[in-house]
């Protein structure tokens, strides 16, 4: 089954925020795209159609899956292609679509992803009555919509053509792919780290530097006035050190400053004279 012979359908309601997205999606998928409205009341139904996608109204209480496969059946769309309907809910995520979209990949005539959620108890595939399930979502060809479509709320997996291949499925857990963290979405401290080191920042560059000399200098020089109690050649050398330790974060912490205030002044003198304006006409 290769994605020219598919008609991806979504099916929801009031999804005006991800309508667009669903829809650019599917477009890289499916050679037809179709939205099942189910009485939306905000914008779903405009954005849907301004971005040239059909949209058909059901009117009906209920999306069971036979339900569905009729009102597809005797509506105008292309009987040549085969269908995967997707139920969107608040709990379906885009990042399933590539598994769902799997499933018209394996052959199968009829396929039936149904949530389960308020039973507890595991379920004969063979005693499941299809106009009962919740659909997550169902993949349906040629042949097995008109099948579908000609059965009613009682039909069971065992009602169908021996040759037909259906299959019907508890929908599992949602898989939970590892998704890179985006800048935009890690901390602020990371946020701030990744600037300075980008913008090779003097706080950083100088401020951190200095702070954890001045910090350790300063810390020292009282245990050794505590500890050397005669002048010599090691107690001098050490003395000196933290004292040169603390001079030297003291000074990187200026320095930091000087240079942080100074690039603000430069910074407001390009701006005031449009200086980067006219290095960018000269070159």
């Not at 939205?35 to 058909?56: L, R």
């Not at 507890?120 to 499941?128: D, H, I, K, R, Y």
Request: one cysteine or more; proline letters at 2%; glycine letters at 4%.
């Amino acid at each position: 089954m290769t994605s020219q012979e598919l008609r991806l359908i979504y099916v929801g309601c009031n999804i005006e925020l991800r309508i667009i997205s669903l829809l650019v999606r599917a477009k890289e998928i499916a050679q037809e795209v179709v939205f099942i409205d189910t009485g939306s009341t905000d914008k779903t139904i405009q954005f849907a159609e301004e971005f040239g996608c059909e949209v058909m109204r059901y009117s009906a209480e209920d999306t069971k899956a036979h339900m569905l496969a009729e009102f597809l059946s005797s509506s105008k769309l292309n009987g040549n292609l085969s269908n995967l309907i997707i139920n969107v809910t608040d709990e379906w995520k885009l990042r399933e679509l590539p598994v769902v979209v799997n499933r018209s990949r394996e052959g199968w005539d009829i396929y039936v992803s149904y949530n389960n959620e308020t039973s507890n108890q595991e379920s004969v595939a063979e005693e499941l009555v299809i106009g009962s399930l919740d659909i997550d979502h169902l993949y349906l060809s040629n042949r097995g919509l008109e099948e579908l479509a000609k059965s009613n709320s009682m039909t069971s997996t065992v009602n169908f053509p021996s040759e037909l291949r259906v299959r019907v499925i508890e929908s599992s857990d949602k898989i939970k792919l590892p998704q890179r963290e985006s800048l935009a979405t890690a901390s602020r401290f990371a946020q701030l780290f990744y600037w300075m080191l980008e913008t090779k920042h003097p706080l950083f560059l100088f401020g951190i530097p200095g702070i954890v000399l001045f910090i350790l200098g300063y810390r020292l020089s009282g245990n050794v006035v505590d500890t050397f109690n005669e002048l010599n050649s090691v107690s001098i050398g050490v003395t000196l050190t933290t004292i040169a330790m603390t001079l030297i974060g003291l000074f990187a912490m200026m320095v930091a400053l000087i240079l942080y205030i100074m690039g603000k002044q430069v910074e407001q003198i390009q701006s005031q004279y449009n200086w980067k304006n006219i290095d960018d006409k000269t070159t």
